[in-house]
């Protein structure tokens, strides 16, 4: 008979979490025993549309006995230990091959992966023991970050799949955890001062609450007091003290640690992506080169060692091309970050700096060109984040054309591409355009947010349709958030119009009010003289009666005008300095 | 006994130089070995005035051959090797002589010191070479044209050891007055050396040789190619890699391959991060690749070495003036003409005679508008006391078209003997330019029909008459200037200064080819020089509307130079109607637009010139200037409107302290 595989959990308030975990094992489990610890919310009527076998536990501070007593309420032959906030992706791998070999293995480890909460291709792999016979000889220990006690280790084997997914929590949650974390650590570890797990653990935590200075002696005892026999252990250990001298501002031990333990895991990817980083830090860019190229030629490492996905791949590589760009090698650097894209196009990062040497090197036309044919138009995400670089950079016509190079002859593109391109339009000098675009957007029943209204009021006054401005202005004044804008468009509408303002906003109003106008000017000055058929002059007026209207408001106004002038040349500046490194000294 | 020294040499009609080196070297060798090649003037009997063994030996096409037949006839316990166009220095007698006593190594290589004649001055041009070594029967040249012996050296000896004695100086004149090769004896060279390397494809020397030659008969990527095989798994320590490196460079780059180039210049640095030269040429090429930043980044470097060792064979000016002027070309670049001065003083400072710095540094001046602080920068700059001194520096003034100060010179040297025409013309131009005709037209009345300047003397004339409004004058001047004969386009400018005097109403359809509208183009600027803005514009007006939209640019950049901004404007839209794509030309109009304090079109003109040319950083510049006026402005409207605020004055003074100047600068 085949053996069976029972899920033991233990939860508590977990009602946003668990069904999703739930779902992620049907079909990979024969039993699911949940022990619940406590909630006050929906978590135990949630656990009871998939299972029958749902306990109660009452809370002891201890992690070790609740799950225990999971296990002992688990009829089948293996068990499978998860939290809450993972799930298990069977499409890596299947839980079913592992148990049914006769490899004679009593337990796995199976990689878990983090996801960071900015980037789903950014991600640490850990190696955890998450399945094992349903025997004594498998308890947990440790009231917190409890183990499974492995009394035979050459019984342990390591699985390649399937992959456990651990959630990003949120700030909030993920402290309050910690809070509760450190607490359990720093009792067991005062009870337990010799156990370097307990070490390790109090380390990560104390470096996740930004406590460096106290996450280093327990980091270092763990590095020190792990041997490799616990190399699941010591090598994350290794990583996170790295790290911790990093914050900590001392980079030369940092260094020394990756020099130290490169020698002794020289499959070890992570540590030379580490030292790469941390000559890039030092500005010793050439050394940091030589990191990274190892890093990539160690490929992945091996299982045992944790691991950030990307060390041995795109995250080198774009650090190659930062490095080769600080040393002015430019073309280096820019196929560097080619490359770094086209790894995992997921990983947007490199396609701004990628942007910005293309713009520096080739002018907005010639970058354009460069990656429209590169293909970086013709990926959705790629083609926004490239839009609104050159709007930014002040380009609005080659910011439409984007977007309608691929992703609009595409199809008609999705509300947000949409909302953003109705705004390039306008400053690229075709309102006509952006209007209909507009109205399409409102018979898709789109979403329709402030700035979107502001940008349409414009429209219409670049278009001296003053009355259909004002009639959009006014009921923009309807939001409780567009009141601001919709003073400093009335009053814009008016000077435009006829050369007068229309009333004063009230003080507490002032400050929206100059926002909301330096937002217009700015996008007004953004509009390109130098394409066929676009009239400067009714984006000129706006932007002088723009002005005007600031410097006749109050001295709050010309104080803001006047920072606004002094950041456009500080921006044209900084771009120089980007550009001409050292020699712009030349111009001081 | 102390060790005996023979100086050995081969000659063929050297009278010229032999004494000079005999002289040299009396005393300081035991025996002096001549071996004549074949003589015809009086090279045999000056050698044997300075006691020299004269021996003939019949030319075979081999410089080894005949060398070592000097050697199989000296009898002393060193070799001293010198050419006849070379001398020993003096102080280097008693160096000769410690050196040989010590008799630490088996030979020496010794300092040289190249006098190069170019640019109208001379350089010196140190570099190491193998003239001093143990006479032993089996160390004898190699190589029909770059003979060498260190290498057979090495071969029968193994224990030999050489040494650098950079105290020991030999001055070499051989490149001074004369091409350093005629062509025939280049080709010859390459073929000699063609052939032997056919014959030993190992040897790494011949082929850095060739590669030279072929360098030098201008087959730029053969010579990159040979060079590149000669250093391919070389040596580092290998004496002559530095210059090979050098040579590549210049290979690479004659051969318009700047990347190739700047690899090298890298991987050079990698081996030897002093070598100015690697860095010049760096700074040379990034320049002329618009990459402003690195360019500056390897002057700078070049500029801060210390003293290059000699066999670097490093060129003269490379860590000076030479690289001082492309650092103040890049301060102009940045429109910071304060650090482009000071770059071109140091430079000049270096090098008296580098005239680039200085009329760089007179057009920096603008004599032409504030000719008295020139005047006196000029005075403390330089030391003009003889006549070639003040001529060269009026020459400089007048091409920089500041007429007065050009006129003060020649006055200091006219006034002195005999004059050449030509400047006797320049001051006539001078005097036109002062509306000082009466003198002018004396200077011209001098030059008769037969005199090869006669034409250019009669076209001042015209010109005397015209700014007067002359008309009868002109017209008969002008048919006299036809008389001559012109070319149809000098006779076409002529026309226009005619027909522009006309009451007549014309229809411009005249069109000049280029040699016409660099002369139109001058005569415009001389008008505008005086002031003549309105007879200037009656001028182009008879330029066919093609031909002053084609050079529209050119005239509108005249009449901004000269401060007409509104005429300048007009000729610049003009073209920019022609050529939308012209940056300099959006950028000018930037500027005549933030002059006249009209902020959205010249940000506008800023922008597209930005965006069409990228690469310039005074489009940058501009920019930022240009919101800091603004911001200026606002700020001082805020003054004026919130009396009672005192932040706007404050941060207006705060601008002011930042730029280091006092708010009366505007």
């Known amino acids: 008979m085949r053996p069976t595989i029972g899920l033991a959990m233990i939860v508590r308030n977990e009602e946003g979490n668990l069904a999703a975990c739930l779902e992620s094992v049907q079909g990979a489990v024969d039993e699911i025993v949940i022990v619940d610890t406590g909630s006050a919310d929906r978590t135990v ?36 230990s998860l939290d809450a906030d993972e799930e298990l992706d069977t499409t890596s791998g299947d839980l079913r091959a592992l148990v049914n070999n006769n490899s004679g293995y009593e337990a796995y480890f199976l990689p878990l992966c983090n996801r960071t909460p900015q980037f789903p291709g950014d991600y640490s792999r850990f190696l955890v023991l998450r399945l094992f016979r349903n025997s004594a000889a498998y308890r947990f220990h440790g009231r917190i970050h409890e183990q499974v006690a492995v009394s035979r280790p050459e019984a342990v084997g390591i699985a390649e799949g399937p992959v456990i997914w651990h959630q990003a ?84 031990e940092a260094i020394c640690v990756c020099l130290e333990e490169s020698l002794r895991y020289p499959a070890y990817t992570d540590l030379f992506f580490e030292g790469g980083v941390l000559f890039e830090q030092k500005g010793e860019y050439e050394i940091a080169i030589r990191w990274f190229k190892e890093a990539i030629n160690c490929g992945p490492p091996p299982a045992v060692f944790s691991h950030t996905n990307g060390t041995e791949g795109f995250l080198s590589l774009y650090h190659l091309g930062y490095c080769c760009e600080k040393l002015g090698r430019l073309k280096e650097a820019r196929g560097f970050y080619e490359q770094a894209l086209a790894s995992e196009p997921g990983y947007v990062y490199p396609l701004y700096n990628l942007f910005l040497l293309c713009l520096a090197e080739k002018g907005p036309h010639g970058a354009f060109d460069h990656l429209a044919a590169a293909g970086h138009l013709a990926q959705p995400e790629r083609a926004g984040v490239l839009a609104d670089l050159f709007f930014e950079a002040g380009y609005p016509d080659l910011a439409c054309a ?67 401005a004002k009639v959009k202005a006014l009921s923009l004044w309807r939001r409780p958030d567009g009141r601001g804008a919709a003073w400093a468009l009335l009053n814009l509408i008016s000077l435009c119009k006829s050369g007068s303002r229309c009333g004063r906003p009230e003080e507490s109003r002032e400050a929206a009010v100059i926002q909301a106008t330096l937002a217009i000017m700015e996008d007004c000055l953004r509009y390109p003289p130098w394409s066929p058929g676009v009239d400067g002059r009714a984006y000129g007026r706006l932007v002088e009666n723009a002005a005007g209207f600031l410097v006749r408001l109050s001295p709050r106004g010309c104080t803001a005008l006047a920072a606004y002038l002094q950041a456009k040349a500080g921006a044209v500046r900084r771009m120089m300095d980007y550009k001409y490194n050292q020699a712009g000294r030349l111009w001081r | 006994m102390a060790d005996r020294i023979s100086l050995c040499m081969i000659v063929r009609d050297e009278e010229q130089n032999l004494s000079r080196c005999l002289e040299s070297v009396a005393g300081a060798v035991d025996e002096i070995v001549v071996v004549d090649t074949g003589s015809t003037d009086d090279t045999r009997q000056i050698a044997s005035e300075f006691g020299a063994r004269v021996h003939s030996f019949p030319w075979n096409d081999s410089f080894s051959d005949a060398r070592n037949a000097s050697l199989e006839r000296a009898t002393g316990d060193w070799i001293l090797f010198l050419d006849a166009d070379e001398e020993l220095a003096k102080e280097s007698r008693d160096v000769l002589r410690r050196l040989t006593a010590e008799g630490t190594a088996e030979g ?5 010191i190249n006098y190069l004649g170019g640019e109208g001055w001379i350089e010196p041009c140190p570099d190491l070479v193998f003239r001093l070594f143990r006479n032993r029967p089996d160390y004898r040249f190699r190589g029909a044209v770059h003979e060498q012996i ?66 030098r008969a201008e087959r730029y990527e053969e010579a990159a190619a040979e060079l590149i095989r000669a250093a391919n798994g070389i040596d580092p320590q290998t004496i002559y890699l530095p210059k090979l490196l050098r040579y590549i460079v210049l290979a690479y780059h004659a051969a318009r391959r700047p990347g190739e180039a700047l690899e090298i210049v890298r991987l050079g640095l990698g081996l030897f991060p002093d070598y100015a030269d690697l860095y010049y040429y760096g700074g040379l090429i990034s320049f002329e690749q618009k990459d402003y930043a ?3 980044d390897f002057f700078q470097r070049a500029v801060s070495l210390p003293e290059q060792p000699a066999y670097y064979a490093s060129f003269h000016g490379v860590r000076g003036f030479r690289s001082y002027y492309y650092l103040g070309q890049l301060a102009e670049i940045f429109l910071n003409e304060e650090e482009a001065l000071r770059c071109y003083i140091t430079g000049l400072q270096d090098n008296p005679h580098f005239t680039a710095a200085l009329e760089s540094i007179v057009r920096l001046l603008k004599p032409h508008e504030d000719p008295v602080y020139a005047r006196d920068c000029l005075e403390k700059l330089c030391d003009l006391c003889t006549p070639e001194a003040v001529l060269l520096m009026a020459q400089v003034l007048f091409r920089q078209s500041a007429y007065l100060l050009a006129l003060e010179h020649l006055e200091r040297v006219t006034g002195q003997g005999e004059v050449p025409a030509e400047i006797l013309l320049w001051k006539a131009i001078c005097l036109v330019q002062q509306r000082r005709y009466l003198e002018a037209l004396r200077i011209i009345e001098d030059f008769g029909p037969g005199h090869s300047l006669y034409p250019l003397a009669k076209l001042n004339k015209i010109l005397c008459f015209w700014l007067q409004g002359n008309r009868r004058r002109v017209r008969a001047l002008v048919e006299e200037l036809f008389a001559l004969g012109l070319s149809a386009d000098t006779g076409a400018v002529v026309g226009l200064l005619r027909d522009s005097l006309s009451r007549r109403r014309r229809v411009p359809e005249v069109a000049l080819g280029k040699e016409g509208i660099s002369l139109l183009l001058d005569i415009v600027m001389r008008v505008l020089d005086l002031g003549e803005k309105d007879r200037a514009k009656s001028l182009l007006a008879g330029l066919s509307p093609e031909c002053l939209g084609k050079n529209a640019r050119d005239v509108g950049q005249l009449f901004y130079r000269y401060g007409y901004l509104e005429a300048a404007e007009d000729y610049l839209r003009l073209y920019l109607k022609n050529d939308p794509g012209c940056a300099g030309t959006c950028f000018t109009l930037a500027e005549i637009k933030c002059r006249e304090g009209a902020f959205l079109e010249a940000a506008d003109f800023y922008r597209r010139a930005l965006t069409l040319d990228p690469g310039e950083p005074r489009h940058y510049i501009g920019l930022i200037r240009l919101y800091e006026k603004t911001r200026r402005e606002i700020l001082r409207e805020a003054v004026k409107r919130y009396p009672d605020v005192p932040i706007f004055r404050e941060l207006l003074e705060e601008q002011f302290v930042q730029q280091g100047h006092t708010p009366a600068d505007g």
Not at chain 1, 177 to 205: C, H, I, M, S, W
Not at chain 1, 213 to 236: H, K, N, V, Y
Request: aromatic letters at 10%.
């Open chain 1, 45 to 80: 009527e949630i656990a009871g549309r998939y299972t029958d076998k749902v306990y109660h536990y009452p809370w002891d501070n201890d992690f070790s006995a609740a799950r225990n007593y999971a296990i002992a309420q688990t009829r089948s032959d293996w068990v499978l």
């Open chain 1, 169 to 252: 929590l949120s700030g909030k949650e993920r402290n309050r955890k910690r809070g509760r974390n450190l607490a359990l650590l720093r009792r067991a570890a005062a009870t337990d001062p010799g156990n370097p797990f307990l070490q390790y653990y109090l380390g990560v935590e104390w470096l996740g609450f930004g406590k460096a200075e106290r996450a280093l002696p327990c980091l270092q005892s763990a590095c020190t007091r792990l041997t490799d026999a616990q190399i699941l252990f010591r090598a994350p250990a290794v990583r996170f003290l790295v790290i911790c001298l990093k914050t900590l501002g001392r980079l030369d």
């Open chain 1, 402 to 468: 984007c977007i309608e190079k691929e992703v609009l002859a595409a199809g008609f593109p999705d509300d947000g591409v949409a909302r953003r391109l109705v705004r390039f339009r306008v400053y690229a000098g075709r309102s006509e355009d952006a209007l209909c675009l507009m109205d399409g957007l409102r018979r898709t029943g789109g979403e329709i947010d402030l700035d979107l209204d502001v940008t349409e009021v414009v429209a219409l006054i670049l278009k001296e349709n003053y009355r259909g």
């Open chain 2, 108 to 112: 020496y290589f010794v300092k040289i």
């Open chain 2, 150 to 215: 260190v290498d057979v050296i090495l071969e029968k000896n193994s224990q030999a050891r050489y040494q650098v004695a950079e105290d020991l100086v030999i001055l070499h004149h051989g490149y001074l007055n004369r091409q350093i090769q005629e062509k025939d004896k280049k080709h010859r060279n390459l073929e000699l050396i063609r052939r032997e390397l056919a014959a030993a494809p190992e040897n790494r020397l011949l082929r850095y040789h060739y590669g030279v030659e072929l360098y």
């Open chain 2, 294 to 296: 690195r360019a500056y």
